[in-house]
T-cell receptor
Framework: AQSVTQPDIHITVSEGASLELRCNYS??????LFWYVQSPGQGLQLLLK??????LVQGIKGFEAEFKRSQSSFNLRKPSVHWSDAAEYFC???????????FGPGTRLSVLP | EAGVAQSPRYKIIEKRQSVAFWCNPI?????LYWYQQILGQGPKLLIQ????????DSQLPKDRFSAERLKGVDSTLKIQPAKLEDSAVYLC???????????FGPGTRLTVT
């Protein structure tokens, strides 16, 4: 069965600093990959997704992610973090289009002023 | 375009009581998902509908959980009887084959005492 790991439970960065959140998956083939953000008391919002093609994908709010097949990773990055980025971030994979989504445990991001 | 609607937003019940959650997906979205998100964890898929048929309910505790999606639109998730470990946020999401991504509702926070 596929699984998703997010090694960092909690990350704290200063506002304006760069950010990288790690995501690794376990699956035989290349799955569909997603990053979601969840603010307190809110549902999940899609930041970006990778289905195929260019391995560097751009998302909303200045986020980007890079798919690395050799490392089974799909890390999320942002060059300059804003205080409003403080939230919980979830990586998700789906082996089939629109089906069998598996979410990682999440990484909580705190932003220092 | 209206988002995924869920009600109630909060519910407190005693163990062994029953509870029901309602979800109205985005208009035209054939696929509907129910997730359970326990505090500090990522969402776990409970059941997935395609129109009014069940695609995946492998992680639904069928001895106490049930879900239906009449007429392929709204859906209800029921727990009967509730246990303390059912305390969680229940998220509903919908998707369309055109994009393969899920749109989430705000969730229902259930507390079982």
């Amino acid at each position: 069965a596929q699984s998703v790991t997010q090694p960092d439970i909690h990350i704290t960065v200063s506002e304006g600093a760069s950010l990288e959140l790690r995501c690794n998956y376990s699956y035989g083939a290349t799955p569909y990959l997603f990053w979601y953000v969840q603010s307190p008391g809110q549902g999940l919002q899609l930041l970006l997704k990778y289905f195929s093609g260019d391995t560097l994908v751009q998302g909303i709010k200045g986020f980007e992610a890079e798919f690395k097949r050799s490392q089974s990773s799909f890390n999320l990055r942002k060059p300059s973090v804003h205080w409003s980025d403080a939230a919980e971030y979830f990586c998700a994979v789906a082996p089939n289009y629109g089906q069998n989504f598996v979410f990682g445990p999440g990484t909580r991001l705190s932003v220092l002023p | 375009e209206a988002g995924v609607a869920q009600s109630p937003r909060y519910k407190i019940i005693e163990k062994r009581q029953s509870v029901a959650f309602w979800c109205n997906p985005i208009s035209g979205h054939a696929t509907l998902y129910w997730y359970q998100q326990i505090l500090g964890q990522g969402p776990k898929l409970l059941i997935q509908f395609q129109n009014n048929g069940v695609v995946d309910d492998s992680q639904l505790p069928k001895d106490r959980f049930s879900a239906e999606r009449l007429k392929g639109v709204d859906s209800t998730l029921k727990i009967q009887p509730a246990k303390l470990e059912d305390s969680a946020v229940y998220l509903c999401a919908s998707s369309t084959p055109r994009t393969g991504e899920q749109y989430f509702g705000p969730g229902t926070r259930l507390t079982v005492t």
